[in-house]
């Protein structure tokens, strides 16, 4: 007997290890399944990818051939991660994932065969138009994440290939942190139904606190104010790359261990550093607005403004990386002795000092392993977590979070068992492969 819609979310919900769908959830699932036209404007962190890709799972039947859904995501790491989010629902339908940075070839291969939902980035999804990679005409809905980021980003010409490519009438799902007041002339409708979960639930979770600081001294206040954070999740804001790489090489200086992320860096750099960041071995991710917005990095107790953004909305989802759903969190905001503070923010925030002396916290409680062999290579997570609990004799907790990429894995182990296990493993064969393992640089 065939299961109901309800019988196959709560299959989703399992894979994922959820128990059930917030309130907003439920409401987009149902207002998506009887108007054409949806915007979902809900903050960063409360479970906007799941909604709409139940929504979009909805519309999928296994009869219909070609690309059904095409979802667009503004950044490589957020289409990513929603490829991993429907991978894991295990919904049996086919996804592909293209973004730029990766290889043509492999996407147009992948693309030939064409799968149900195509998750891409605007830049790499209008290339495979216009290299007729496949064929847009049977797309029945169209996904648009982090809308607004998008259009900031400067993707309209990309978008507006999309939508002149399409045929017939699809159905939209528009995403956003913040309100959209006008939308823009290349979307195909003019009204649209909005869902509007922005309210100051979250503000008033977050504490705001202000940190003041001589110009000449502020990245080593930074660094003293990062070291009193202890163990605990950190994000440092900055408003440009050359500050992210100025205040790493002063953290390198001193070996505090932390991780990056800017536009500039290579693909997989990026990547490596959000591994390492998710599973505990970085506790300290310094980057500009990049990973503000979307990607799934885990819970943050602290954000810092190194710099802070000319724009409120700006500002808004540099905190939404803490204080998320129902935790609390803390914003710090650096101000030097030539600054000041902009006019969207209360000049009564309350001040705190930092200590005067550098006292470096220990090292995170995880190191990363690096495997030379992915998903391409017919490797899965249970190929890598058998192999260290057999050869290495792990227990279950002696390992965090296993990350499959197309030729490479990461694994996090807890950091005072790396040396042994690397010593345990050196030599072992993966499925017959041989590997390189070793400590993710």
């Known amino acids: 007997m065939q299961k109901n819609l309800n019988e196959v979310h709560a299959e989703f919900l399992k894979n994922l290890s959820i128990a059930q769908l917030n309130p907003m959830q439920e409401a987009v699932i149902e207002r998506a399944s009887s108007v054409n036209n949806l915007m979902l404007v809900s903050p960063t962190g409360t479970g906007k990818t799941?909604?709409?890709?139940?929504?979009?799972?909805?519309?999928?039947?296994?009869?219909?051939?070609?690309?059904?859904?095409?979802?667009?995501?503004?950044?490589?790491?957020?289409?990513?991660q929603i490829?991993?989010?429907?991978?894991?629902?295990k919904t049996n339908y086919k996804s592909s994932c293209c973004y730029g940075g990766h290889a043509m070839k492999l996407e147009q291969d992948s693309l030939r065969d064409a799968p149900a939902v195509l998750i891409a980035t605007?830049?790499?999804?209008?290339?495979?138009?216009?290299?007729?990679?496949?064929?847009?005409?049977?797309?029945?809905?169209?996904?648009?994440?982090?809308?607004?980021?998008?259009?900031?980003?400067?993707?309209?010409?990309?978008?507006?290939?999309?939508f002149k490519s399409i045929s017939g009438k699809q159905q939209h799902i528009l995403t956003s942190a913040t309100p959209m007041d006008v939308l823009p002339d290349f979307l195909p409708f003019k009204k649209i139904e909005t869902l509007n979960y922005t309210t100051k639930e979250v503000d008033t979770k977050l504490q705001l606190k202000l940190v003041r600081t001589k110009s000449a001294d502020k990245v080593e206040t930074l660094m003293r104010?990062?070291?009193?954070?202890?163990?605990?999740?950190?994000?440092?804001?900055?408003?440009?790359?050359?500050?992210?790489?100025?205040?790493?090489?002063?953290?390198?200086?001193?070996?505090?261990?932390?991780?990056?992320?800017?536009?500039?860096?290579?693909?997989?750099?990026?990547?490596?550093?959000?591994?390492?960041f998710r599973g505990g071995a970085h506790n300290v991710l310094i980057a500009t607005d990049l990973a503000a917005r979307g990607l799934d990095i885990p819970e943050i107790k602290h954000v810092v403004h190194y710099q802070l953004p000319l724009k409120e909305d700006a500002f808004i989802h540099r905190n939404g990386r803490t204080a998320r759903m129902h935790a609390h969190g803390e914003a710090y905001l650096l101000l030097a002795d030539d600054e000041s503070l902009p006019v969207y923010l209360d000049q009564s925030i309350e001040e705190v000092t930092v200590n005067k002396t550098l006292t470096l916290p220990p090292p995170p409680a995880y190191a990363c392993i690096y495997i030379s062999a992915g998903k391409k290579d017919k490797i899965n997570k249970g190929d890598i977590a058998g192999m260290l609990m057999k050869k290495a004799a792990l227990q279950t907790d002696d390992v965090g979070l296993i990350t499959t990429l197309d030729h490479s894995s990461y694994v996090s182990v807890k950091r005072s068992l790396a040396d042994k296990i690397l010593a345990s493993i050196k030599d072992e064969r993966l499925k017959k492969m041989k590997v390189k393992i070793e400590i993710a640089n």
């Open 83 to 89: 490829e991993q989010v429907f991978k894991s629902m």
């Open 50 to 80: 799941l909604a709409f890709l139940i929504a979009v799972y909805n519309t999928l039947r296994t009869e219909d051939k070609g690309v059904q859904a095409i979802i667009v995501a503004p950044s490589r790491e957020l289409a990513l």
């Open 122 to 162: 605007p830049g790499r999804l209008a290339d495979h138009i216009d290299r007729e990679s496949f064929d847009p005409t049977t797309v029945k809905t169209i996904v648009l994440d982090e809308f607004d980021k998008s259009l900031q980003m400067g993707f309209h010409e990309q978008l507006k290939m999309l």
């Open 225 to 276: 104010l990062v070291a009193e954070f202890n163990q605990e999740v950190c994000v440092v804001f900055c408003n440009h790359r050359e500050a992210v790489e100025r205040i790493s090489a002063l953290f390198r200086n001193h070996k505090f261990e932390h991780g990056i992320l800017h536009g500039a860096m290579e693909q997989i750099d990026r990547e490596k550093n959000l591994i390492k």
